[in-house]
């Protein structure tokens, strides 16, 4: 239903310029749940609105039913009356009731009769539990309503395909399931959708398939199972997981242990893990470099805190290590015990790269 092929954005004003998109390609089939997700700042956005030429895309080809949209013959009103969008700020007519901005297009565009566009705007604000607001003002609804007053006057024009841009960014937390209900049904009844969200569950739940935008392209897709359980690239895994991370590199053992140590407290602070693992991170830490690490090269030291999982793990990465460093350690060893005591495993992988787990 949707081809791209090495779409590009950039931003341009008289000092500089911003590709925001660098090279996007994909393929969106009749029928799919499409959720985009990805840092702050990846083009999710600007992705979405230049499939509907609501930005000027400066290279690439989008192609919808086998009709280029960025070609200059393009009749742009058609292409929006195939392709609905819902924006995170409603957007809606503040003057006039939900029910006159649920049809007012309808009946400016498409031609319908009031009598016409008012029976069908009805029956779409029962869909979306707002039957009883049709003659209210915006101003009298709450965020939430007015999303889903906002996802109907979309339906209206009997879109093919609706791009929603963080529907449920602009909602206070106790509105958002209301919205994403209403997504939901549009999905069981086999909408084609495009979604930027950052409600991962959401994401998970109703999604065919998954985008993650990173640097400007879609850096990883796969299926929601694919990408939330077995993420194949470390960006994606580091966000999926909301993985927090601090690193540290040793050229040798003349090292600023207590430097090292408050950006630690610092660290385990920030994510609230208290100071009984806090100071068994530095525990082990020091252990690990004073009595087991063999410093024959440069060491690397990864501590990494998923936000998801509460999980908390510290990596050592002894480089130019040839042989098993663990293996080589006298299983009394009350250093190595001290380590094992204050963790819940040990393990190295790889000659020279050892994972604690806390």
Do not use: W
Not at 69 to 79: A, G, H, K, Q
Not at 204 to 211: E, G, K, L, P, Q
Not at 230 to 255: C, W
């Amino acid at each position: 239903m949707i081809t791209v092929r090495h779409l590009k954005k950039v931003f341009r004003d008289q000092s500089k310029e911003l590709t925001v998109l660098s090279d996007v390609n994909c393929e969106i089939r009749k029928g799919e749940v499409i959720s985009i997700i990805g840092p702050s700042g990846t083009g999710k956005s600007t992705f979405l609105r230049c499939l509907n030429r609501l930005e000027e895309a400066t290279a690439g080809q989008i192609e919808i039913d086998g009709v280029d949209i960025l070609d200059r013959r393009t009749d742009v009103s058609l292409l929006r009356r195939k392709m609905g969008m819902v924006f995170q700020n409603f957007n809606l007519f503040e003057h006039l009731t939900i029910l006159d901005n649920v049809t007012l297009c309808p009946i400016t565009l498409l031609g319908q009769s009031r009598a016409d566009a008012e029976k069908r705007g009805m029956e779409l604000l029962e869909m979306v539990g707002l039957h009883d607001k049709a003659g209210s003002l915006p101003c009298e609804l709450s965020g939430g309503q007015k999303q889903r007053a906002a996802i109907a006057r979309c339906l209206a024009m009997n879109p093919e395909i609706i791009l929603f841009d963080e529907p449920t960014s602009a909602l206070d937390p106790t509105m958002v399931s209301e919205v994403l209900a209403v997504i939901r049904r549009l999905a069981a009844q086999g909408m084609t959708m495009a979604i930027v969200s950052h409600e991962m569950q959401f994401v998970r739940d109703v999604s065919t398939r998954v985008f993650f935008m990173y640097g400007g392209e879609i850096y990883e897709e796969g299926t929601p199972q694919q990408i939330f359980d077995n993420p194949q690239k470390p960006v994606t895994k580091a966000f999926v997981n909301r993985i927090r991370s601090l690193d540290f590199r040793l050229e040798s053992r003349h090292y600023d242990l207590y430097g090292m140590f408050g950006r630690i407290e610092t660290f385990c602070s920030k994510y609230g893990l208290g100071n009984d693992i806090t100071g068994k991170v530095q525990h082990v830490i020091e252990e690990m470099l004073s009595e087991i690490l063999p410093f024959s090269g440069p060491v690397s030291l990864n501590l990494e805190y998923s936000e998801k999982t509460y999980g908390l793990s510290l990596q050592f990465t002894q480089e130019n290590a040839s042989v098993p460093i663990l293996a080589g350690i006298d299983a009394d060893s009350v250093s190595l015990m001290l380590v094992r005591g204050m963790s819940k495993s040990v393990e190295e992988t790889e000659p020279g790269l050892i994972r604690v787990e806390f």
